[in-house]
């Protein structure tokens, strides 16, 4: 299967900071999706994005599918930002491949 | 719009019970799957439903049964639970026709099971 490597594992972050999480993947996709695990165990999708760049009020994504790897900024960073962001990628739509994570950390 | 509901939300059972989790969304979608998430890991796909009457293995199939039993709802079942299948399993949903919708997944709140 696709191997999905996410970077860095943890973050900590002051509140009003900024931050790149990047995801790279082993092979051509088709899906690419950036989920939130909140504290609570919920997985919010963010965003849809298997090439191009998306904004959603703080938070864009990039992907390059040519070069394997997707971006996912957080700008002004809230404590409601704290959890797990996962990258999942799929070549054939159906069968997600997860990282292992991200897990971010808002300090007030 | 309820979204995806899972039922039980916490589980326990002992070595060789069985028992099925049930997963219903109310968002008209074709496509359905079960994850299972265990600590530090992301999720891993169980089986998947394309469409209403087909189902696939996923990544981890082993020990689990699904029945897609009607375009809503999407069950899981564990014939002989043993412990390592303790995790908390995730369902979801996706439109699963043409078109970017295409691929979002949609998920439930999770079941925590434990087996003893």
């Known amino acids: 299967g696709i191997q999905v490597e996410q970077s860095p594992p943890d973050l900590i972050l002051q509140e009003g900071a900024n931050s790149t999480l990047r995801c790279n993947f082993s092979d051509s996709v088709n899906n690419l999706q950036w989920f939130h695990q909140n504290p609570w165990g919920q997985l919010i999708n963010l965003f849809y994005?298997?090439?191009g760049t998306k904004q959603n009020g703080r938070l864009s994504a990039t992907t390059v599918a040519t070069e394997r790897y997707s971006l996912l900024y957080i700008s002004s960073s809230q404590t409601t930002d704290s959890g797990v962001y996962f990258c999942a990628v799929s070549s054939n739509d159906y069968k997600l491949s997860f990282g292992a994570g991200t897990t971010v950390t808002v300090r007030a | 719009n309820a979204g995806v509901t899972q039922t039980p939300k916490f589980q326990v059972l002992k070595t060789g019970q069985s028992m099925t989790l049930q997963c219903a969304q109310d968002m008209n979608h074709n496509s359905m799957y079960w994850y299972r998430q265990d600590p530090g890991m992301g999720l891993r796909l169980i089986y998947y439903?394309?469409?209403?009457?087909?189902?696939d293995k996923g990544e981890v199939p082993n020990g689990y049964n699904v029945s897609r039993l009607n375009k809503r709802e999407f069950s899981l079942r564990l014939e002989s639970a043993a412990p390592s299948q303790t995790s908390v399993y995730f369902c979801?949903?996706?439109?699963?026709?043409?078109?970017?919708?295409?691929?979002?997944?949609?998920f439930g709140p999770g079941t925590r099971l434990t087996v003893l």
């Open positions: 439903s394309a469409s209403e009457g087909t189902t």
């Open positions: 994005i298997p090439s």
């Open positions: 979801a949903s996706s439109e699963g026709t043409s078109g970017r919708a295409r691929g979002t997944q949609y």
